[in-house]
């Protein structure tokens, strides 16, 4: 069972920093973790600390019921595929790939057939003789995969793998990393802080943000029901409006039974819908036009609500008749409305 | 787009030129040509007449078991304090590029002897080696050695060794740590990662990587040892006891000087000349080539 818990972990770097504090979730054997989160949120932090290539300062980490907190990255048999692709740059590609099993005194035609075995499923053994910087960036990334994956780990580690290639390759890569982890099966952890690449991947999101977690969950969930005001701007392409109702309401925004005390509510810009004025509704807007954006199959409207000039966005789908500066109005159905505390961020139970 | 200086006129480049020129001409290609020239004449022992003989000075030197016995205490005199110099150094930088914490205090000691000038090293050592009154002689005495650099020609050379060795540790720490810190920190962490211990990582991936430094500093360290341990050799042995300190260079003076054959002296500086010659050749054509990775 290459299960990984991690129990109160936390990590002070030398100079004081707090880079994370009590950090606690399992990732289940099998299932492929993804870390999400804003730039120094602690996410390479953390997973270097289970890497063993950062000290661990508070807190157990353990893989597959073994407390790791005082071995060697050697020892945890772990592979890692670094955000530089980190290959060994004199070494071959071959070679590149057999390092590890060399290490751990594989036999030679084991070594031979595993090497082989990955370069066919990377489509990598034209490539065998090369060196690295005889490689474009798609390759190398082959290359660290491959040299993951031969070990056949309890763990895979990923640190933004996918940051270094363009648009296209990144997509193709994403989906051949999720064929191959599954029909692998081995627990992974992965890290990013592109939200699109997170949702695809993870069987497990944890969402950080500054050496804490906001929410951990299947990504569905956290789509569906943020429990924080962090989780609810951060999930999602483009981002869930948040507007902050004060004791008065706000002019623009019609909700029904609103809350008495201060609330943020939050809705995605695909549950609204354009309607006529005056249609009741359990919310309603009123804004007006100050962008239009045109994806192709679905359309976004930016607008400011009335009298203030919070910004809203909604999605219609196909293409918009509407002009900038045109007024328009747009409900949406009380279930697709999440509320938060103004004060602690949290997720409000309002019915 | 290139950036590119453009002269007006055409003599101003030469004139900018001239400076180092003429440094260049007048220190190093004057001598080396009068070398050569003196390199093929031979004085009567008054000093009156000279005689143009062509090659006689080399077959005389060429001749004699001296010479080959210089040539083989030169040749291993640089490979030891070549060897001995470049894996200190090395394994310095190496505990330098480790421990951050102290490492300026740390690499300026480090740094320090090689802004000594080399009689000055070479003083120092003879003072701290010397065999009545060096503080050295005195442990390594106490020890139950019968220490006597002046006397015994092991011991001096071990001196000589030591001295250049120390000398020359500064320089090369200075490149080794540059040339570590030049590796990327991820394919160490990866090595490790895929199971090497410390000390595989190191001669698997650190060491072939800083090939190419250690290629340039070998060829630095041995034309230092072959040139530029005059200064502690004069200072410490003056070549001897028994000659068992005398290098090509300080042969060169001693037959030249102390010997007044000029004709001889002329004709091994010619052949020392040869030999920096080849060293830089082989230095410019392989370190580009072979030691790429
Ligand atoms: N070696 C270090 N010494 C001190 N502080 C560090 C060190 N490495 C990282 N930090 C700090 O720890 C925090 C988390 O850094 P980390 O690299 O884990 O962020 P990250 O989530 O991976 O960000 P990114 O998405 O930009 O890679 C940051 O505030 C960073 O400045
Ligand atoms: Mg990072």
């Known amino acids: 069972m290459n299960n990984v818990h991690l129990r109160k972990v936390g990590k002070i770097y030398a100079g004081g920093v707090e880079a994370l ?10 299932a492929f973790c993804v870390l999400v989160g804003p730039s120094g949120c602690g996410k390479s932090t953390l997973l270097r600390m289970v890497a063993g290539l950062e000290t661990i300062t508070s807190g157990e980490i353990s893989i597959g019921d073994r ?70 960036g798609g390759q190398r990334q082959r290359v660290a995969m491959g040299r993951a994956i031969v070990r056949k780990p309890r763990v895979f580690l990923f640190d933004e793998p996918l940051s270094n290639l363009d648009a296209k390759l990144r997509i193709q890569m ?56 962090f989780v609810a701007g951060f999930i999602g392409a ?4 948040l507007i902050e109702l004060p004791e008065g309401g706000v002019a623009g925004l019609a ?46 409207l930016y607008g400011a609500l009335d009298g203030r000039g919070r910004e809203v966005i909604v999605r219609v789908a196909g293409k918009a008749e509407q002009q900038i500066g045109e007024r328009v109005t747009a409900v949406a159905e009380r279930h697709n409305l999440h509320f938060f505390d103004p004060a602690t961020g949290r997720r409000l139970a309002v019915s | 787009m290139e950036k590119r200086v453009t002269f007006n006129g055409r003599l101003l480049p030469y004139m900018l030129l001239a400076p180092q020129l003429l440094i260049t001409l ?15 004449l031979i004085e009567d022992a008054f000093g009156l007449s000279t005689q143009f003989v062509w090659f006689e000075n080399y077959q005389i030197l060429l001749s004699k078991p001296d010479y080959y016995r210089t040539l083989a205490i030169t040749l291993t005199f640089s490979a030891l304090v070549a060897f001995l110099s470049l ?110 211990s410390p000390m595989r990582r190191f001669w698997t991936i650190t060491f072939p990587l800083l090939s190419p430094t250690t290629f340039f500093l070998l060829v630095v360290n041995v034309v230092y040892v072959f040139f530029e341990t005059f200064g502690i050799i004069d200072a410490t042995t003056g070549g001897g006891p028994a000659k068992a300190t005398q290098t090509l260079v300080y042969k060169v003076y001693h037959d030249g000087k102390l010997g007044a054959d000029l004709g001889g002296s002329a004709a091994q500086s010619v052949i020392l000349m040869l030999i920096v010659i080849g060293l830089t050749a082989i230095q410019f054509r392989y370190v580009e080539k072979k030691v790429q990775y």
């Open chain 1, 21 to 30: 504090r009590d950090i606690a979730f399992d990732i289940p054997d099998g």
């Open chain 1, 67 to 136: 407390a790791v907190n005082d071995l060697d990255p050697s020892e945890r048999d772990i592979a890692m595929v670094f955000q530089n692709y980190a290959l060994y740059p004199h070494m071959s590609v071959y070679d590149n790939m057999a390092y590890g099993l060399r290490n751990r005194k594989t036999p030679k035609p084991e070594i031979e057939a595993r090497v082989q075995e990955a370069a066919r499923i990377l489509e990598i053994g034209h490539l065998l003789d090369r060196k690295p910087r005889q490689l474009s």
């Open chain 2, 26 to 40: 007048v220190f190093f290609y004057w001598p080396a040509g009068q070398a050569v020239w003196q390199s093929f």
């Open chain 1, 174 to 229: 994403r989906v051949e990393i999720k064929k191959l982890q599954r029909t692998l099966g081995i627990t992974s952890i992965y890290v990013t802080h592109d939200q699109l690449e997170a949702m695809t991947l993870a069987d497990m999101l944890v969402v950080m943000n500054k050496g804490n977690i906001e929410q951990v969950g299947p990504p569905l969930q956290l789509y569906e029901r943020p429990e924080t005001v």
């Open chain 2, 87 to 196: 894996s200190l150094a090395l394994l310095l930088a190496v505990q330098a590029d480790k421990h951050i914490k102290f490492a300026s205090g740390y690499k300026t000691m480090l740094i320090w002897p090689y802004a000594v000038a080399p009689a000055i090293a070479g003083v120092l050592w003879l003072f701290m080696f010397q065999p009545s009154l060096g503080l050295v002689s005195h442990a390594i005495r106490a020890l139950g050695v019968d220490w006597n650099p002046v006397l015994n020609p092991d011991h001096a050379f071990t001196l000589v060794v030591m001295a250049a060795t120390w000398k020359k540790i500064a320089y090369n720490f200075l490149f080794f740590l540059a040339g570590l810190q030049a590796i990327p920190k991820s394919v160490i962490e990866a090595s490790a990662i895929d199971g090497a």
């Open chain 1, 255 to 300: 909700l029904e039974n609103r809350p008495v005390a201060p609330v943020i509510v939050g809705i995605r810009p695909e549950h609204f819908e354009l309607a006529p004025v005056g249609t009741p509704a359990p919310l309603g807007i009123s804004m007006q036009i100050t962008a239009i954006e045109m994806v192709g199959a679905e359309t976004y």
């Open chain 1, 238 to 241: 483009p981002p869930m409006n």
